[in-house]
């Protein structure tokens, strides 16, 4: 009879897909974050700031105010109105965090004359200050950075684990 525990081989597949699983989704979050999210985030605020125009618009209309679970006040999406080069008035939709702003509320933005639909507030623009207050950004840098050593973490449990003589064995002995 075998003196190794009876542990089930069920146990250490699992482990390993669990391993498996959270070192892809990890690796895949980082990749996304370097190769979507910030660089889109960058190219955004570099047009703006290379040859975005500075303008007046007018807020039209604004969707509800929203709170998170801490009473924190979330970012508002506001549309908002303005000429640009061109004559033709546009809206475009543009978040931002506000305590009150209604219809008809004047405020400077900055507009991509390439592209009217992207539209910022002087002061949102920077490298720096869209990476921190996207939380995409955050949460998928968060992912890579939890998720990759705890799915490597599973798989040395797992070989130490089986190399510790936990692992049943395949062909128990036939008891006299």
Same mark, same amino acid.
């Given at each position: ?6 542990? &089930? ?20 979050? %980082?990749?996304?974050? +370097? ?10 605020? /570099?047009? +703006? *700031? ?7 618009? !007018? ?9 998170? *679970?801490?009473? !924190? ?8 109105? %303005? ?7 546009? *809206?475009? &939709? ?18 991509? &004359? *390439? ?44 070989? %130490?684990? /089986?190399?510790?003589?936990?692992? &049943? ?8």
């Amino acid at each position: 009879m075998s003196t190794r525990s009876a542990r &089930p081989p069920k146990a250490f597949r699992q482990l390993t897909v669990m391993s498996v699983v959270m070192i892809v989704v990890g690796l895949g979050g %980082f990749l996304v974050t +370097l190769v979507v999210t910030i660089p889109g985030h960058a190219k955004v605020a /570099s047009s +703006l *700031e290379s040859r975005g125009v500075r303008t007046q618009g !007018a807020v039209t209309r604004c969707q509800q105010g929203t709170t998170d *679970e801490n009473g !924190a006040e979330q970012p508002v999406t506001c549309w908002v109105r %303005f000429t640009p080069r061109g004559g033709h008035s546009v *809206e475009s &939709p543009l978040a931002f965090k506000a305590a009150r702003v209604g219809g008809g509320t004047a405020m400077a933005i900055v507009y991509d &004359p *390439e592209d009217t639909a992207v539209v910022a507030r002087p002061s949102d623009l920077g490298y720096g200050k869209s990476l921190v207050r996207n939380s995409l950004d955050v949460v998928l840098l968060v992912i890579s950075a939890v998720m990759v050593p705890l799915g490597i973490g599973g798989l040395l449990l797992r070989r %130490f684990l /089986s190399r510790s003589g936990l692992r &049943p064995a395949r062909n128990p002995a036939p008891s006299p």
